[in-house]
């Protein structure tokens, strides 16, 4: 298993930019998070999804889009980029139910200037 | 609002020692906590959950206990290495949430000195 995979790792984008952060999970897991983590902090939420054609916001929507078509992929879209979005951003996912730990991606760092 | 609290500043220790860090929770009761280890350059990685109605769990050199008096968890690393080295982050269930949503806080560096 790869467990959760992310891409790109690293990425610079100018103001007003678009771009599309992306995760796959391969261990059929039904819940999965997007958050964002600036330097010295914890993690936010961002948005969540609890199956295929599911998803919510989480504590720091603004800005950011998310879809779940399959159970494996859930990609995060930043449609205008802007310089407070630079952070590094992690997929997690979940089986849930009471199988609650997260599994975190390696992460993608994103420098909008 | 919810919240979960950690001491930002850096805990440096000696090889050998036992590190305790702390994570309060406030404004709500979560159902358990959960700890992650990160690294530099790393996603978390999950070491241990605890449940409100648990007092204490271990995993090896490792050991949380909760306190739902205190609104409180403790996590022990017992014989700490150098290789403990690493931020600990503490997730507490958000509210009666059944998605599985966490709400974490800032981190506790731990430098363990050789």
């Known amino acids: 298993n790869a467990g959760v995979t992310q891409t790109p790792k690293f990425r610079i984008l100018k103001i007003g930019q678009s771009m599309t952060l992306q995760c796959t999970q391969d261990?059929?897991?039904?819940?999965m998070y997007w958050y964002r983590q600036d330097p010295g902090m914890g993690l936010k939420l961002i948005y969540y999804?609890?199956?295929?054609?599911?998803?919510d916001k989480g504590e720091v929507p603004n800005g950011y889009n998310v879809s779940r078509s399959t159970t494996e992929d859930f990609p995060l879209r930043l449609e205008l980029a802007a310089p407070s979005q630079t952070s590094v951003y992690f997929c997690a996912s979940s089986y849930g139910a009471e199988q609650e730990t997260q599994y975190f991606g390696p992460g993608t760092r994103l420098l909008v200037l | 609002s919810q919240k979960i609290e950690q001491n930002s500043e850096a805990l440096n220790i000696q090889e050998g020692k036992t590190a305790t860090l702390t994570c309060n929770y406030t404004?709500?009761?979560?159902?358990?906590l959960q700890w992650y280890r990160q690294d530099p350059g790393r996603g978390p990685v999950f070491l241990l959950l605890?449940?409100?109605?648990?007092k204490e769990k271990r995993k090896e050199r490792l050991k949380v206990t909760f306190d739902t008096t205190l609104k409180q968890s403790l996590f022990h690393i017992t014989a700490s290495q150098p290789a403990d080295s690493a931020t600990y982050l503490c997730g507490g269930l958000e509210g009666s949430s059944n998605t599985g949503k966490l709400i974490f806080g800032q981190g506790t560096t731990l430098q363990v000195k050789p």
């Open positions: 404004n709500y009761s979560p159902a358990y």
């Open positions: 605890i449940r409100e109605n648990e």
């Open positions: 261990m059929n897991h039904n819940y």
């Open positions: 999804s609890v199956g295929a054609g599911i998803t």
